[in-house]
């Protein structure tokens, strides 16, 4: 999901249920009616207990409105029409409103089906417990190999006939660790759970009593049954039928059943998405934090797009602005300390000490990364390793030795003992934009958001109810 700044994760300007006298309209945006509630909604969420910048309420008003605003204009933009953008607000809405398709009741049924389902599988035979020892044998052992593993499990079997202690032998001899250490004995097993001559043969044993050692596929068993008994009644197993459910994500089963059964009862009149809009529409009539969160993320991604399209992208990607923008304020990212534009290195020869300025030095510097990966690491052997940047004192050790003149230890790169370094020192400011880009892309952008926002004032009429604004949050 797209991240959006939480100052600006408001309610929406879709249209509303009708306002009562308890819910007035505390302004008007491009002829849309905002309620009270919506703006208090919106305010309290971005103003609760653990948000560092709060507002008051007159400092939010003017966050709100630009947010809906640039909402306005994304909808005018009919970038609510965009597939990709009705594929993902779906997908908020449904994780909302699904788990509400179904009750207690629903659920309660799924936990008796499946009991039901369990019990008839189980049928007369019931459950059993037993323990084995188990000593495997593959299918690409050989003759030897096979007859070797059947000597042990039978020497083992005449231990136990012996009157050796079976859960001893089991933690001692047993290849089935997650049994072995419980003295070979195993969960309480149904019907067609295990493997077929296991079944057969533990089936067929009393309690107490002792099989002789029997081949499967995976190896040779000795079992030994400990118990036998029928499925508990329902209620007894109740819990762990409904835990069952939940940690095997059933409940969404439940619901696609649900979802399925209401689309048929509508004779082709419904589709699955008719549905969940009816039931949006039905709960956000009933609720309105249910109606304000699901518009709040209807509304978040269209400013996500729209201020992308409008701020983020755009100046990011509009290399020409960047560097006129950065010739005007070039005064703003001067420093008080020198940098130095380079590159420290790191290499195996000292021929190529050289060979690594030469190969650099009449290179714009974004491209010499580049270069230096093609002309030294272009192939299995690394002849060098390199960091590029613009360091200031303190950002690498051997810049600050050899150009800072620093005395500073040099962690040594195995397998590459010479050190190296290769730019120039720029003393108080950047020779171009892509010196400080980052910064000069978040200031860039933060004009193009001022420049919006003022010809969205200018565009879209505005008009507050200041009485009512004076009673967010100060009434019954």
Known sequence: ??????????????????????????????????????????????????????????EYVDLFVNYKLKVIAA?????????????????YRDQQIRPTLINDNDVEDEARTIYQQTKDNIGEKGLIRPAHILLFVRQKDTEEKKAEVKARIDSIYQ????????AELAKKYSQDPGSARNGGLLPWIAPNQTLKEFEEKAYSLQDGEMSEPVLTAAGYHIIKMNGHKQLEPYDSLRANILKFIEQRNIRERIIDKKLNDMVAASNGQKTKEDIMLDRADSLSALDSNVKYLIQEYYDGLLLYEMSNRMVWDKAAK?????????????KKYSWSEPRFKGIAYHVKKQEDVDAVKNCVKKLPFDKWAEALR???????????????????????????????????????????PIDAVYGKVLKKNPEDYMDVRGLVVADYQDELEKIWVADLRRKYAVEINKEVLQTVNKHE
């Open 1 to 58: 999901m797209k991240r959006i700044l939480a100052a600006l994760l408001v309610a929406s300007s879709m249209p509303c249920v009708a306002q009562t006298q308890n819910d007035p309209v505390l302004m008007t945006i491009h002829g849309v009616s905002v309620p009270r509630s919506e703006f208090e909604y919106s305010f309290n969420k971005n103003n609760a207990e653990g948000v560092i910048d709060k507002k008051t309420v007159d």
């Open 374 to 416: 093609t002309q030294f690491n272009n192939d299995s052997i690394i002849r060098i390793r390199v960091e590029k940047g613009l360091f200031k004192q303190g950002d690498n050790a051997l810049v600050d030795r050899e150009i800072f003149k620093k005395d500073t230890t040099v962690t040594a790169v195995k397998d590459y």
């Open 318 to 330: 509009d290399d020409a602005a960047l560097a006129t923008y950065f010739k005007k304020n070039k």
């Open 75 to 91: 909808r005018e933009a009919h970038l609510d029409t965009l597939p990709s953008f009705k594929r993902e607000y779906a997908q």
């Open 159 to 166: 231990a136990l006939k012996g009157g050796a202690d079976f």
